[in-house]
DNA sequence: GCGGATCAC
DNA sequence: TATGGTGATCCGC
């Protein structure tokens, strides 16, 4: 497999004709929009960046398969097998399918909210966003525009894209409705993002005596009723299976997964790791060298991922091949938040004055938001991006709490000026070790027996071992607010919303429990497709066609760039002083996460 | 505690 | 025409 490049289908330049058209034309467009994208980006300074970073994790894999060849000399991979099997075993017998767990997605959620409000938008290929794109309409992604894609990429993908603007307060509104509506079938929804999250449906199907595949029909029914959305929904035992299962029958779909043991391992099997949360790109190709594409294949070298359990991470693996995760649902927590930062992104600025007089804006900004959310920190970060797209950090750790913008700038402008000269792209503030201004005294001791009061949100049932789900996701100005105080009231002074992209996060999971996906091998009304990049062979709807092709699309032609190498010009790009020391060795920093190994 | 790296959305 | 912002975690030092 890997075959990494298919003669280069250069023949094909079919040009982005009719993309509308049937899936045969489509695959001959993608072709084209690979060479496309691939030249858009070659000798960009972004590109040799990618570039640097590919050859590095190049070499760190290089360094892991040495290790794998020194380390299994002489060792015993039967037992090896056996152990990781007693492992096995102890995780499955703590399975626990009791509980019914709903991750629920809304479809393109912002290209959506954006139809609903200018009904001329139906049916156009467009996108949201500025510089970058967030959102692409289904249209649109026909032409190969995706999120997270540059402007003149997509413009060059197809010129007449029509670009709508970001409004995020409008999408906080739509995304309170759907919360909203979700809250009513389970009380400690876990809202994951805008447009995302999980439930815990099991009472109430006990209490309205229903089926959980009926009562998800009823939820997006409804949803849709009062929002105007449509969702997608995953049903499983458990957080990780359920938002893999959500994206199986997208759009407006669902799919449950049986809540059945071997039925579970089974479609894992065939799934492949990426679709795991918290296996990025970076841990995919690391997996891909020891020979282990999907979650079976975590079983067929078990002994290997034994061997190289520090860089691999041999439970979580395990978990995700077994299909185990956490399924405790709570709504998301205040005291989680660890940290709270402004960053901002800009043409690359040399002078140092000009540097300072961003630094004191992104304090201010910081400020800000310190004062709507309620928190200060002890410790300030300094981050940084060279104007060739390295990223560098600088901190120190104070003896009392600060927030306001004469402190920010004055520690944050001290960490700056000690790096200077450079040439920059980027400048951030980042607050740590956080204090709530907000929990002071018998407010949080009111507010604890008021929790109480309502019924322990905590089900401590279930095994995992690492507990994930703080909910870090904030969002507090969209999803069921803390009572303000005075306090509270004062400092927000009556700001609405303000930073756009205030969304949060969620889910993430710890260390072991992660989802995975599955590829195209179950058979419905699906079509048998091939991708143009890959050349894998697809069984899959439309949706799940263009989110591979996405999918090969931005790690493939960067990764064939790469690969052609051509060194380019790029020109005197003298930055005035290279960084700090950088880059060593960076021997396995390590990809999984991995906690405590019970063994 | 600090800095780098990875990940999710 | 020049590839985002926020937050979290893990690891090695």
Same mark, same amino acid.
């Given at each position: 497999?890997?075959?990494?490049?298919?003669?280069?289908?250069?023949?094909?330049?079919?040009?982005?004709?009719?993309?509308?058209?049937?899936?045969?034309?489509?695959?001959?467009?993608?072709?084209?929009?690979?060479?496309?994208?691939?030249?858009?980006?070659?000798?960009?300074?972004?590109?040799?960046?990618?570039?640097?970073?590919?050859?590095?994790?190049?070499?760190?894999?290089?360094?892991?398969?040495?290790?794998?060849?020194?380390?299994?000399?002489?060792?015993?991979?039967?037992?090896?097998?056996?152990?990781?099997?007693?492992?096995?075993?102890?995780?499955?017998?703590?399975?626990?399918?009791?509980?019914?767990?709903?991750?629920?997605?809304?479809?393109?959620?912002?290209?959506?909210?954006?139809? =609903?409000?200018?009904?001329?938008?139906?049916?156009?290929?467009?996108?949201? +966003?500025?510089?970058?794109?967030?959102?692409?309409?289904?249209?649109?992604?026909?032409?190969?525009?995706?999120?997270?894609?540059?402007?003149?990429?997509?413009?060059?993908?197809?010129?007449?894209?029509?670009?709508?603007?970001?409004?995020?307060?409008?999408?906080?509104?739509?995304?309170?409705?759907?919360?909203?509506?979700?809250?009513?079938?389970?009380?400690?929804?876990?809202?994951?993002?805008?447009?995302?999250?999980?439930?815990?449906?099991?009472?109430?199907?006990?209490?309205?005596?229903?089926?959980?595949?009926?009562?998800?029909?009823?939820?997006?029914?409804?949803?849709?009723?009062?929002?105007?959305?449509?969702?997608?929904?995953?049903?499983?035992?458990?957080?990780?299976?359920?938002?893999?299962?959500?994206?199986?029958?997208?759009?407006?779909?669902?799919?449950?997964?049986?809540?059945?043991?071997?039925?579970?391992?089974?479609?894992?099997?065939?799934?492949?790791?990426?679709?795991?949360?918290?296996?990025?790109?970076?841990?995919?190709?690391?997996?891909?060298?020891?020979?282990?594409?999907?979650?079976?294949?975590?079983?067929?070298?078990?002994?290997?991922?034994?061997?190289?359990?520090?860089?691999?991470?041999?439970?979580?693996?395990?978990?995700?091949?077994? +299909?185990?995760?956490?399924?405790?649902?709570?709504?998301?927590?205040?005291?989680?938040?660890?940290?709270?930062?402004?960053?901002?992104?800009?043409?690359?600025?040399?002078?140092?004055?000009?540097? =300072?007089?961003?630094?004191?804006?992104?304090?201010?900004?910081?400020?800000?938001?310190?004062?709507?959310?309620?928190?200060?920190?002890?410790?300030?970060?300094?981050?940084?991006?060279?104007?060739?797209?390295?990223?560098?950090?600088?901190?120190?750790?104070?003896?009392?709490?600060?927030?306001?913008?004469?402190?920010?700038?004055?520690?944050?402008?001290?960490?700056?000026?000690?790096?200077?000269?450079?040439?920059?792209?980027?400048?951030?503030?980042?607050?740590?070790?956080?204090?709530?201004?907000?929990?002071?005294?018998?407010?949080?001791?009111?507010?604890?027996?008021?929790?109480?009061?309502?019924?322990?949100?905590?089900?401590?049932?279930?095994?995992?071992?690492?507990?994930?789900?703080?909910?870090?996701?904030?969002?507090?100005?969209?999803?069921?607010?803390?009572?303000?105080?005075?306090?509270?009231?004062?400092?927000?002074?009556?700001?609405?919303?303000?930073?756009?992209?205030?969304?949060?996060?969620?889910?993430?999971?710890?260390?072991?429990?992660?989802?995975?996906?599955?590829?195209?091998?179950?058979?419905?009304?699906?079509?048998?497709?091939?991708?143009?990049?890959?050349?894998?062979?697809?069984?899959?709807?439309?949706?799940?066609?263009?989110?591979?092709?996405?999918?090969?699309?931005?790690? +493939?032609?960067?990764?064939?760039?790469?690969?052609?190498?051509?060194?380019?010009?790029?020109?005197?790009?003298?930055?005035?002083?290279?960084?700090?020391?950088?880059?060593?060795?960076?021997?396995?920093?390590?990809?999984?996460?991995?906690?405590?190994?019970?063994?």
């Amino acid at each position: 497999m890997a075959a990494s490049k298919p003669p280069e289908g250069d023949s094909l330049v079919k040009r982005l004709a009719g993309p509308s058209t049937g899936k045969a034309g489509l695959a001959q467009d993608q072709s084209e929009i690979n060479r496309i994208i691939a030249e858009a980006s070659k000798g960009s300074k972004f590109y040799e960046n990618e570039k640097r970073k590919d050859e590095e994790l190049t070499a760190r894999i290089n360094r892991l398969l040495e290790k794998r060849d020194s380390v299994i000399k002489g060792a015993d991979l039967a037992r090896l097998e056996k152990a990781a099997d007693q492992i096995l075993i102890d995780m499955e017998q703590k399975r626990d399918l009791s509980q019914i767990i709903v991750h629920v997605d809304a479809d393109a959620f912002y290209a959506s909210v954006e139809v =609903m409000d200018n009904p001329e938008l139906k049916g156009k290929a467009f996108g949201v +966003g500025g510089g970058v794109l967030t959102t692409a309409s289904y249209e649109a992604r026909k032409f190969g525009v995706r999120s997270a894609m540059p402007m003149h990429i997509a413009k060059k993908l197809y010129p007449e894209l029509i670009v709508v603007r970001c409004r995020f307060s409008r999408y906080s509104e739509v995304s309170k409705a759907l919360m909203t509506v979700l809250q009513r079938y389970d009380p400690t929804m876990h809202p994951a993002g805008f447009d995302e999250a999980y439930l815990n449906i099991t009472k109430y199907c006990r209490d309205h005596e229903m089926e959980a595949e009926e009562c998800v029909q009823v939820i997006r029914d409804e949803v849709h009723k009062e929002t105007g959305l449509t969702i997608s929904a995953g049903i499983a035992p458990n957080k990780m299976l359920a938002k893999i299962c959500s994206d199986r029958n997208k759009p407006n779909g669902q799919f449950k997964l049986p809540f059945d043991r071997r039925a579970i391992v089974s479609f894992m099997k065939d799934l492949s790791v990426r679709k795991v949360p918290g296996i990025g790109r970076v841990n995919e190709r690391v997996l891909e060298a020891i020979g282990v594409k999907t979650c079976g294949d975590i079983y067929t070298q078990r002994a290997v991922i034994t061997l190289l359990d520090h860089e691999l991470g041999l439970h979580g693996l395990l978990h995700a091949h077994l +299909g185990i995760s956490s399924n405790v649902v709570e709504p998301p927590i205040r005291e989680a938040r660890k940290s709270v930062g402004v960053e901002r992104t800009f043409s690359a600025v040399g002078d140092s004055t000009k540097l =300072m007089e961003i630094l004191e804006n992104i304090a201010e900004s910081l400020e800000e938001d310190c004062e709507q959310t309620g928190w200060a920190g002890k410790t300030l970060t300094l981050k940084y991006k060279l104007h060739t797209y390295e990223v560098f950090t600088r901190a120190r750790s104070l003896d009392r709490y600060i927030r306001s913008k004469d402190d920010l700038f004055s520690i944050g402008s001290e960490l700056l000026r000690k790096e200077l000269p450079l040439r920059l792209r980027l400048l951030g503030l980042r607050l740590t070790q956080l204090k709530d201004l907000r929990d002071k005294g018998e407010k949080g001791i009111k507010r604890f027996f008021k929790d109480a009061g309502d019924e322990p949100p905590r089900k401590r049932n279930r095994l995992n071992d690492e507990e994930d789900d703080f909910a870090a996701s904030m969002m507090e100005d969209d999803i069921e607010e803390i009572p303000m105080d005075e306090e509270d009231a004062r400092l927000n002074g009556g700001t609405p919303n303000a930073s756009p992209n205030r969304q949060s996060k969620k889910v993430s999971p710890n260390s072991k429990g992660r989802p995975a996906d599955q590829d195209e091998e179950t058979s419905d009304s699906r079509q048998r497709l091939v991708c143009p990049i890959c050349s894998t062979s697809l069984l899959t709807d439309n949706d799940g066609f263009n989110a591979h092709v996405d999918y090969c699309l931005s790690r +493939g032609a960067i990764a064939e760039l790469a690969t052609l190498g051509s060194q380019d010009d790029v020109g005197p790009i003298t930055s005035p002083k290279k960084p700090p020391a950088l880059s060593k060795s960076r021997a396995g920093s390590n990809p999984f996460l991995l906690s405590k190994k019970a063994k």
